[in-house]
C-alpha cells in the first residue's frame, strides 16, 4: 500500500509541474519555459519509473484519471487567481436612442455595485460611439451586459505597453 500511495504523491506533483510547464511555455519567456520543461520533464522520470511498479493496471489508470483531473483543475484555478486585471476598452456603436438607456443602466450599477464605470461617447450622426474603460473583470463584465441589453455592437481591445 505504501507503494500506491507514494504513486498517488508523485503524479500529484507531477500532474501541477506539467500543468505549470504547458502554461509557463506559452505565456512565459524563454529562460522560464525552458527551466520549467526541464524540471517537469526530469519529475516526469521519477513517475514513469514507478509506473511500472507491481501493482494493478487499473490502480495506475485510476491515480493518473483522477489526479489529472484534480491537479489541472487547481493550478487553473490557482492561475486564474493569479491573473491580473488590466484595462480594456469596449467601444461600442449604440443608436441615438438608447444613449439615455445605457446612461440609466449605469447609473443603476452605479448605485447596486457602487462601481465607478468609466465612459465618454461621441455624436457619430444617428449612431453614438460609446466608450467604457474597464481596469477589472468585474467592470468589464458589466460594461457586457449594459451592452447586451441595448443590442449594441461592440469590440474589446486590452491595453498594451508602449516600448
Do not use: H
Request: net charge neutral.
Amino acid at each position: 500500500m505504501n507503494i500506491l500511495i507514494l504513486f498517488i504523491i508523485l503524479n500529484i506533483v507531477n500532474v501541477s509541474l506539467s500543468t505549470a510547464k504547458s502554461i509557463l511555455t506559452v505565456k512565459g519567456g524563454k529562460l522560464t519555459a525552458s527551466l520549467m520543461n526541464a524540471i517537469a520533464y526530469g519529475f516526469y522520470t521519477i513517475v514513469i519509473i514507478y509506473m511500472v511498479a507491481d501493482f494493478p493496471l487499473w490502480e495506475k489508470v485510476a491515480v493518473v484519471a483522477i489526479t489529472n483531473l484534480i491537479g489541472v483543475y487547481i493550478i487553473k484555478l490557482i492561475e486564474e487567481k493569479m491573473k491580473k486585471d488590466k484595462l480594456w476598452k469596449v467601444e461600442a456603436t449604440i443608436l441615438i436612442e438608447d444613449l439615455d438607456e445605457i446612461i440609466q443602466l449605469i447609473n443603476e450599477q452605479k448605485n447596486k455595485e457602487d462601481i465607478d464605470l468609466s465612459y465618454n461617447y461621441i455624436n457619430i450622426n444617428k449612431y453614438y460611439l460609446f466608450n467604457f474603460y474597464c481596469p477589472t473583470q468585474k467592470e468589464s463584465s458589466i460594461a457586457k451586459e449594459i451592452l447586451n441589453k441595448c443590442n449594441a455592437k461592440y469590440f474589446v481591445s486590452e491595453s498594451k505597453v508602449l516600448i
